[in-house]
């Protein structure tokens, strides 16, 4: 079993920030990459931004220059510093890991936290 909690959501007037946590924990092998996923009303759940474990970030056009993403690889923690932000960004965030369990897995998994509600009031 693998456990993500994650934490840092709330209310925020448009032009501030909020900065979200994730760790992740339990039956781990490795970690490829941890990201941020968000999902509006109404809308299909979005990428946010993702880094893997070389480094690489990977951000949607909506949030660049705004949000930044970051890792603590020997923690399994990524951080969302989101600056900036509008009403647009308004969304439960949801946090990502993929990686395996197990070293004899020979597909990753995905896992996924519970959500974190982030609120723009303009």
């Known amino acids: 079993q693998v456990q993500l909690v994650e934490s840092g959501g709330g209310l925020v007037q448009a032009g501030g920030s909020l900065r979200l946590s994730c760790a992740a924990s339990g039956s781990i092998f490795t970690i490829v990459a941890m990201g941020w996923y968000r999902q509006a009303p109404g809308k299909q759940r979005e990428l946010v931004a993702t880094?893997?474990?070389?480094?690489?970030?990977n951000y949607a056009d909506s949030v660049k220059g705004r949000f930044t993403i970051s890792r603590d690889n020997a923690k399994n923690t990524v951080y969302l510093q989101m600056d900036s932000l509008n009403s647009e960004d308004t969304a439960v965030y949801y946090c990502?890991?993929?990686?395996?369990?197990?070293?004899?897995?020979?597909?990753?998994?995905?896992?996924w936290g519970q959500g974190t509600q982030v609120t723009v009031s303009s």
């Open positions: 880094k893997n474990s070389g480094g690489g970030t």
């Open positions: 990502n890991a993929r990686g395996y369990s197990d070293y004899r897995n020979q597909y990753f998994e995905d896992w």
